[in-house]
């Protein structure tokens, strides 16, 4: 599953990091977002970019193209 399907509420469980531009990766690593993690989609921007998750009780902004690294499975 990817992020681009995700729609507010959904509930998911980051699996892997894919391949990608390795700044992308590790910015995505340095804000936590790490296997095992779980996230909710709380917003969304009108027109679908940037998304807000909230992950280990702080609100999180991402473009869904940076976010497209992160392998999830719904919870």
């Given at each position: 599953?990817?992020?681009?399907?995700?729609?507010?509420?959904?509930?998911?469980?980051?699996?892997?990091?894919?391949a990608g531009h390795p700044m992308y990766r590790q910015r995505l690593i340095a804000m936590g977002l790490i296997?095992?993690?779980?996230?909710?989609?709380?917003?969304?921007?009108?027109?679908?970019?940037?998304?807000?998750?909230?992950?280990?009780?702080?609100?999180?902004?991402?473009?869904?193209?940076?976010?497209?690294?992160?392998?999830?499975?719904?919870?």
């Open positions: 599953m990817q992020v681009k399907e995700l729609t507010v509420g959904h509930r998911v469980r980051i699996v892997s990091l894919l296997p095992g993690t779980e996230f909710v989609v709380s917003r969304m921007a009108p027109l679908g970019d940037p998304i807000e998750i909230l992950v280990r009780g702080f609100a999180l902004s991402l473009r869904k193209n940076e976010a497209s690294l992160l392998q999830i499975e719904e919870v």
